[in-house]
């Protein structure tokens, strides 16, 4: 149990602001939901730590299994209760002054694209989440995939036309 | 224009504006594009609206007890009799639905998506949407042939929503939403699935008053389409993702009572 708690402090000081960051993203902005994800996704790095030995993408491992458990969780929570569930977060308190009717039309939307992020191809998704959900540059996402500036920006595109198509797929369901 | 060089346009907009603190100006052959096409619609619903959210650019400190709270989980995962309960459980639950499946007691009713009589599954809230020949005249509806009607907004004002809409769908009013002036009110009603349905109203003295319903696209939603109309020096805006006749008749139906 010693070299488990060492091996989570490690993780945690290293990459838990950054990862808890992209959670609470990830779960529209909703503190709890971004806690239990956290805490989902250390339990499952530790329980494989010992598989997992490349210090250097560990922030990108740990990213891959925070998104799983997130996508995983909203799967599980509308095949019991049907429904997309509504964020929880007061809006009011993170943007300053905000139209009511705005901040509402962008948080249906925004609860809708996530919705569909999960039905996109995991490679256009991830591309997303990194571009637009970690605010990193087309240089890093390459850097970090190993693939081209080129793809990266073609990957980008074909990712939100597909995340439209969802949504439109959604809309008139 | 074509819908890549619409797209195009599309992301430089938003390229140069990441923070989307003020809305591009569209050109003019852009929006008729969009106004044409949905699925360049929804792109652009998506990339402006959801992928620049403002909100996406900011950063929360980590809660003080997370770094203790995920420790207790990591260490009560890593109990092994945790583990066996789990495996002696979903074995349990995999004998049982095999079981059931065999013997033929699993049975699962499933609403079939057609009556029996053989007529068409339609839904009016999820159903058919007249998206590609959106003709806005259609739904002018004069206003005297409306039959009820009770608009006031001075004191705390009741509203009660028509039977059709909170018998489906259950709309509720957000509370964090209101914006209310000394001329103007906003509130936003949200139903369980998240969809949303705003209503404005504006004190308008002497303006000029249409005197008939006029059903909008909504520029900024795909799907979405608004109503407006004018009713004793207030004008009035409902706004939400429902087809556009079945707005109307929620329009029609509304009522506010003091």
């Known amino acids: 149990m010693i070299g488990t708690r060492i091996r989570f402090e490690a993780l945690y000081n290293r990459h838990c602001r950054k990862l808890f960051n992209l959670a609470w993203r990830l779960c529209s902005f909703n503190v709890t939901d971004a806690e239990d994800a956290i805490q989902e996704t250390f339990v499952r790095a530790l329980n494989a730590s010992e598989t997992y030995s490349d210090q250097n993408k560990e922030y990108a491992w740990l990213k891959t299994i925070c998104i799983h458990v997130i996508f995983e969780k909203k799967r599980r929570y509308r095949f019991f209760n049907n429904s997309v569930r509504p964020e929880l977060t007061t809006p009011e308190t993170i943007t300053p002054h905000p139209n009511p009717e705005q901040l509402a039309v962008s948080r249906e939307t925004f609860g809708r694209v996530i919705t569909a992020m999960e039905s996109i191809n995991p490679e256009f998704r991830h591309v997303l989440i990194s571009k637009h959900f970690e605010g990193k540059t087309d240089d890093e996402i390459a850097g970090e995939q190993g693939i081209c500036v080129a793809t990266v920006r073609s990957r980008i595109r074909r990712a939100r036309v597909a995340l439209a198509e969802c949504l439109l797929k959604e809309n008139t369901r | ?258």
């Open chain 2, 1 to 258: 224009m074509n819908c890549s060089n619409a797209r195009d346009i599309i992301d430089t907009c938003f390229q140069e504006n990441p923070d989307r603190k003020v809305l591009p100006v569209m050109p003019p052959d852009l929006r008729d594009h969009l106004n044409g096409c949905d699925i360049c619609r929804t792109y652009f619903e998506t990339v402006m609206i959801a992928l620049h959210d403002p909100r996406l650019r900011m950063a929360i400190e980590l809660p003080k007890k997370l770094k203790s709270k995920t420790w207790r989980t990591v260490q009560a995962s890593s109990s092994r009799s945790v583990q066996v309960k789990h495996l002696a459980a979903t074995m349990a639950a995999l004998v049982i639905f095999v079981m059931g499946y065999l013997f033929g007691t699993a049975h699962v009713k499933v609403e079939p998506s057609q009556p029996l009589s053989g007529e068409l599954y339609f839904d009016q809230f999820c159903g058919y949407l007249p998206a590609s020949s959106f003709d806005p005249s259609r739904y002018f509806t004069p206003v005297d042939e409306i039959s009820f009607y009770r608009f006031r907004l001075t004191g705390d004002s009741v509203m009660s929503f028509p039977s059709l809409l909170t018998g489906y769908g259950h709309y509720q009013l957000d509370t964090h939403l209101i914006e209310r002036s000394d001329a103007s009110v906003c509130l936003v009603f949200v139903s369980p699935l998240g969809d949303l349905l705003t209503l404005r109203i504006r004190e308008i003295k002497n303006g000029l008053m249409d005197d008939a319903y006029i059903v909008h696209r909504d520029p900024l939603r795909v799907m979405a389409y608004s109503v407006s109309w004018f009713q004793n020096e207030w004008h009035f805006t409902i706004s939400a993702r429902i087809p556009p006749e079945y707005l109307l008749t929620i329009a029609k139906e509304l009522a506010i009572r003091t």
